[in-house]
T-cell receptor, first 106, second 118 residues
């Protein structure tokens, strides 16, 4: 059975303190690794798709990378407005991880 | 362009009651999905419709039924609600999903329905 595991469950950062979120997966023949952002009381919002090991995507302070076993979401110099839950999912069977709840303090 | 819309936003049911959650998308997407989200468990797929006229079970289909009414609309029905079905329900759509495709597309989500079963 495919598995998607995210760590840490929660992360508290000071504004400007860079860090990374991890998404490890076990799936045969990956058909896409997706990152979403979810704000409280709202639906997930698409951020990135990665298809091949070595691929990288960037958007503002966020950078997503992919290996054959895991993906990282790097957050550089975060701001309070980056506070949200970040979800990853594999495209084979739309299986999601439990998410990482990020809080950025000013 | 509203994207994905869901009704109702909130609902409280008693055990044994039935209800239908409605979802519509205006992006001309072929594929639609229903998820539930529980604390600490992330999103779990209930049912999906790869294209108009087809529906398939996801990870947690028991206690639910779905109808793909047309290309735009995909409904989720609880025939006899149970407290274990208390959750937040999200509908999503994507351009195209096929088990034969080498690449999956990103999904677009609605705002969710918060359901409480007493």
């Amino acid at each position: 059975e495919d598995q998607v595991t995210q760590s840490p469950e929660a992360l508290r950062l000071q504004e400007g303190e860079s860090s990374s979120l991890n998404c490890s997966y076990t799936v045969s023949g990956l058909r896409g690794l997706f990152w979403y952002r979810q704000d409280p009381g709202k639906g997930p919002e698409f951020l990135f798709t990665l298809y091949s090991a070595g691929e990288e995507k960037e958007k503002e302070r966020l950078k997503a990378t992919l290996t054959k076993k895991e993906s990282f979401l790097h957050i550089t110099a975060p701001k309070p407005e980056d506070s949200a839950t970040y979800l990853c999912a594999v495209g084979n069977d739309m299986r999601f991880g439990a998410g990482t709840r990020l809080t950025v303090k000013p | 362009n509203a994207g994905v819309t869901q009704t109702p936003k909130f609902q409280v049911l008693k055990t044994g009651q039935s209800m239908t959650l409605q979802c519509a998308q205006d992006m001309n997407h072929n594929s639609m999905y229903w998820y539930r989200q529980d604390p600490g468990m992330g999103l779990r797929l209930i049912y999906y419709s790869a294209s108009e006229g087809t529906t398939d079970k996801g990870e947690v289909p028991n206690g639910y039924n779905v109808s793909r009414l047309n290309k735009r609309e995909f409904s989720l029905r609880l025939e006899s609600a149970a407290p274990s079905q208390t959750s937040v329900y999200f509908c999503a759509s994507s351009e195209d999903f096929s088990v034969y495709s080498r690449r999956a597309n990103e999904q677009f989500f609605g705002p969710g329905t918060r359901l409480t079963v007493l």
